[in-house]
């Protein structure tokens, strides 16, 4: 009995340890939430763990592939992982525990590392499904992403803005990958991703089909009275065949994590982000908006003591 109790009190103590690395104290377990693994933020989190993996060595870095924004804010506040990726406007609205908006009540454990780049709310269609406009989406068969996720929370702020609803089309909650199979086999004629310029799902369909970018106009991102929701530009040549600019909301995305995340994790969890640039640029062209110069803009939480201890260091903070 005596080495029962005795093994037990030691694996509930090698469970609960920090570790030591390199001066740095780490959790044993550091889990990066991202989202679906057509995406941005899945490349984005696997290039950070390997990042993360050579600054921490001795813990046990993980990727976990979520339903995106949504989800990994509500896992965050749960301490089931240390660092997210997650749409602003749905960080707003965890800080002041917007129901409606997937969040039973305010997640005060929230706290900000960086905003990092700006999603785009992408709106495809097929050619021949003869859709050129958001008034054309009536009565077709459209995606918008898992229910409740950053892309479907777009989705509605977009289409409500157009004076549209869910009622005036087949709406279907599917993730980017699954939605452009279906695409392909016309069986679904448009899908709404939230996303950063270049996503890999949009740009296999476009390798296949003709496609038509419908542009968001900037009346319409005005009605949507939301500060995180910014007129921006899809470039000309982003996919294939999409050979003019196309007007539609950005949203920036910001790296999440907790107040329980130790202050030096975060910290190196902040500095490799902001100098190994070229790394997260190689996972996802996205990535080339991240600078430091814009990392502290528009954070809805509290920035993490980590975060703040980087910055200042930079002086991007007084």
Known sequence: ??????????????????????????REYINILTGGTSGVYYPMGNALSSLYGQSLPDAKITVQSTKASVENLNLLQQGRGELALALGDS??????????????????????????????????????????????LKGKRVSVGAPKSGTELNARAVFAAAGLSYDDMDVQYLPFGESVEL???????????????????????????????????AEVIEKI??????????PANTYNGQTEDVTSASIYNFFVTHADVPEEV??????????????????????????????????AVPLHPGAERYFKEKGVLQ
């Open 183 to 217: 695409m392909k086999n016309r069986q679904l004629d448009a899908t709404l991703q939230s996303a950063g310029l270049g996503v890999a799902s949009i740009r296999d369909l476009a390798s296949t089909h003709e496609i038509v970018v419908v542009a968001v106009p």
């Open 91 to 136: 960080v707003s609205n965890a800080w002041q525990g917007v129901e409606e908006a997937g969040f039973k009540a305010p997640l005060d454990k929230l706290r900000g590392v960086a905003a990092a780049y700006p999603n785009f709310v992408q709106i495809v269609a097929t050619k021949d499904s003869g859709i050129a406009t958001l008034a054309d």
């Open 1 to 26: 009995m005596k080495k029962i109790i005795t093994s037990v009190a030691l694996t509930l103590g090698m469970t609960g340890a920090l570790i030591q690395s390199e001066g740095v104290e780490a």
């Open 266 to 299: 975060v910290y190196t969890m902040t500095r490799d982000i902001f100098e190994n640039l070229d790394t997260l640029q190689a996972a996802h062209s996205a990535a080339k908006a991240i600078s430091l110069e814009s990392a502290t803009q528009g954070m």
């Open 225 to 234: 009275g939301d500060a995180a929701y910014n007129v921006g530009t899809i």
